[in-house]
DNA sequence: TCTGGGGTCCTAGGACCC
DNA sequence: TCTGGGGTCCTAGGACCC
């Protein structure tokens, strides 16, 4: 059996800790830039706030309403959801974080316990360790586990927050519940097409030919199939090494200039490199894109990509910003107004084992040289040794009016409390 | 005026090899 | 007039997730 372990509305409950006040009150927490809802409270789901909400076209809502709106705070929510796991890690020697608010347990071998109560004591055991509330759904394989939960959160005034699928009638009953289109790993067109030929619950779904699941929906289709009919397909996944990995933001205003765009660029490539270092890679690839903004059909549009074939693997931050500002300069053209830019570092191979190139290589004094810049900074803070191409003078800034503190993680913030 | 960010996997088709 | 068989690798695009 696996068990699904969710944070309900993570985001939102995260600020919640920290502020009780705000219990049983709607909240919104945005999205960088403050732009769009990317979390809601229940009580601001029940007041129509859908998820990516454009904040500005709710203004008034949150107005009117009291809504608390959070910019996002993802210092915090990443410790949070650190505390929640390492609860969750107690309860199985076996577990896979599948998201920052979701993992998947393994309880194999755990069959003699009573399941409903185990679920129900992580609920117990989490929210009193971390304040945040959880749901659990506990089933034979990872997509039941899935459903599990959602009935588990639905209905939890019935379930406690834990539901348990351990029969076939649960299970069809279940899935005669749950329309397609919120079964996980079918997205917008998949269900689209579902619907056009007559399947509108996930037991539909699973009353179709596989013929018809393999030709439409490829052999992801399938699997999830057979785990919906309670065969397992899917096992635990192991963390493993990222094969992309990007930076990418809007912007707080349009950039005109080419100055801007590659202080921007800089400051992208610099944050890539660290995250390569981090799991000790080095990319070959470098793909830059810049675009205007696409809602503004009153704005001249542009948009393009460019990928670079690094000449040698190379993690090192002075490196990549000068392949990302030589990317930049290929693909910039003046008179447009950029909204986005982005940088992604691609086709990794492991810093042990470099293939070194005859006639270039990166340059080796950079690797001692970011070990210290590294720990400078982990020690010091984020961006106290910076590239002198990044924006030094500051210029931009996320929009961010109402960040809440880092209560967890910076020692300025921690709350007090008065007896 | 204001609209997020970061990932994964699979497949078909083209280019190429012997 | 007749014109094989069996592979691999890469890429773009499509689908999905949180």
Redesign the pocket.
């Known amino acids: 059996m696996f068990a699904l372990v ?1 944070c309900n509305n ?1 985001y939102a409950s995260c600020e919640r800790v920290f502020r009780p006040d705000l219990n049983g009150k709607p909240i919104v927490v ?7 809802a ?1 979390a809601r409270s229940n009580e601001a789901k029940a007041l129509g706030i859908p ?2 909400a ?4 709710f ?1 008034k809502i949150f107005e009117e309403k009291g809504v608390f709106v959070f910019s ?1 705070n993802f210092a915090l929510y990443g410790d949070m959801s650190h505390r929640v796991m390492d609860m969750l890690s107690t309860f199985t020697p076996d577990m896979e974080i ?5 993992a998947f347990l393994s309880l194999k071998g755990f069959d003699h316990l009573n399941l409903q109560q185990y679920g129900l004591s992580m609920c117990k055991k989490v929210v009193r360790g971390t304040g945040i509330p959880i749901s659990v759904g506990i089933a034979p394989t990872k997509a039941l586990s ?1 459903v599990a939960n959602r009935i588990a959160k639905k209905f939890a005034a019935r379930t406690g927050g834990s539901y348990v699928i351990d029969s076939d009638e649960k299970r069809i009953k279940a899935l005669k519940w749950l329309a397609v289109e919120d ?11 579902l619907r056009d030929v007559g399947v509108n619950t996930a037991f539909d779904f699973t009353q179709l030919p596989e013929e018809w699941v ?1 030709r439409n ?4 289709g399938l ?1 999830l199939q057979k785990e919906l009919k309670g065969e397992p397909m899917l096992e635990l ?1 192991v963390p ?15 950039y005109t200039q080419f100055e801007q765009l590659k202080e921007r660029v800089s400051s ?1 490539a610099v ?1 890539c490199s660290e ?1 390569l270092r981090k799991q000790k890679s080095c990319c070959n690839a470098l793909m830059l894109f810049i675009h205007t ?1 696409r ?2 059909d ?1 704005l001249a549009q542009y948009s393009r990509n460019i ?1 670079i074939q690094l000449p040698f693997p190379t993690n090192s931050a002075i490196e990549l910003s000068d392949f990302a500002v030589q990317a930049l300069k290929q693909i910039f053209r003046e008179g447009y107004a950029y ?2 830019a ?1 940088v ?1 570092v691609m ?1 990794f191979t492991p810093v042990q084992n470099q293939q070194l190139n005859l006639f270039s290589n990166s340059n080796p004094k950079h690797g001692k040289l970011m070990q210290a810049v590294d720990q400078i900074n982990r020690l010091q803070g984020p961006q106290k040794v910076r590239l002198a191409t990044q924006d030094l003078k500051r210029i931009w800034k ?2 961010q009016e109402k960040l809440s503190p880092r209560y967890s993680t910076n020692l300025r913030d921690i709350i007090t409390i008065k007896i």
């Open positions: 969710d993570f945005l999205s960088n830039n403050d732009g769009c990317i998820m990516g454009p904040a500005y076209q203004e996002a599948y998201s920052i608010d979701e899935k079964v996980w790993g079918i997205g917008r067109q998949h269900a689209k097409r393999r929906m490829a052999v992801v699997r996944d493993q090494n990222k094969k992309n990995i990007a930076t990418t933001r809007s912007f707080d205003s349009n992208f944050s995250k903004n809602h503004r009153d990928v909204k986005k982005g992604i086709d996320m929009k």
